[in-house]
């Protein structure tokens, strides 16, 4: 069965560090990915997808596939980047499969 | 650009009981997707309306039921409501009904089943 897996459900680290949030997936065949954001008081939205490759608020995502992996990284943290992140990947016409979350805190 | 829209915010129900949220997508787009996320939990997929039909499922009983009007609205109704039901309801619109993966959610309806 395809499957999203976020390892971590909380992560701190400190304003000016770099921040990995990681994302390991099941899935049988070429995989879409995405990660989605949800700052505080915010309604759920896209951060990235792995097809375009580009950078959103200096936040990158590679998608591994020997590692079946699609961690989210950005080198210096902001403390506006607090929010939870969601790793996902889409299934069939529209179905995006959710991992549970992971809960990123930039201290400053 | 109102965005997607959902009523009710909050409600509070009684197991046994049914009950219907309603979404309004963005405007352009003519596809819907319900999600349900239980509290620590990421969003899980129920059903896809595109077209007036659904279009793709995901692992809820038939309790859980939708529809898609002409104006491409949409309502979630679950009937026989369980205390596992309890959960924030999230729709998102796109557009065109295809695999595009970016989805505009709305900030959802809390269901407590009591």
């Known amino acids: 069965a395809q499957r999203v897996t976020q390892p971590e459900k909380l992560l701190s680290v400190f304003k000016g560090a770099p921040v990995e949030l990681k994302c390991n997936y099941s899935?049988?065949?070429?995989?879409?990915l995405f990660w989605y954001v949800q700052y505080s008081r915010q309604r759920l939205q896209l951060l990235l997808r792995?097809?375009s490759r580009e950078s959103i608020k200096g936040f990158t995502a590679d998608l591994n596939k020997g590692e079946t992996s699609f961690h989210l990284k950005k080198p210096f943290a902001q403390e506006e980047d607090s929010a939870m992140y969601y790793c996902?990947?889409?299934?069939?016409?529209?179905?995006?499969?959710f991992g549970q979350g992971t809960r990123l805190t930039i201290n400053p | 650009d109102a965005g997607v829209t959902q009523s009710p915010t909050h409600l509070i129900k009684t197991r046994g009981q049914q009950v219907t949220l309603r979404c309004s997508p963005k405007s352009g787009h003519d596809t819907v997707s319900w999600y349900q996320q239980a509290l620590g939990q990421g969003p899980q997929f129920i059903f896809q309306y595109y077209e007036e039909e659904e279009r793709q499922r995901g692992n809820f009983p038939d309790r859980f039921s939708g529809h898609q009007f002409p104006n491409y609205s949409s309502e979630l109704n679950v009937n026989a409501l369980l205390l596992g039901d309890s959960a924030l309801y999230l729709c998102?619109?796109?557009f065109g009904g295809g695999p595009t993966g970016e989805l505009f959610f709305g900030e959802g309806s809390r269901l407590t089943v009591l």
């Open positions: 792995h097809i």
């Open positions: 998102a619109s796109s």
């Open positions: 899935y049988s065949g070429s995989p879409e």
């Open positions: 996902a990947l889409i299934q069939g016409a529209q179905k995006l499969v």
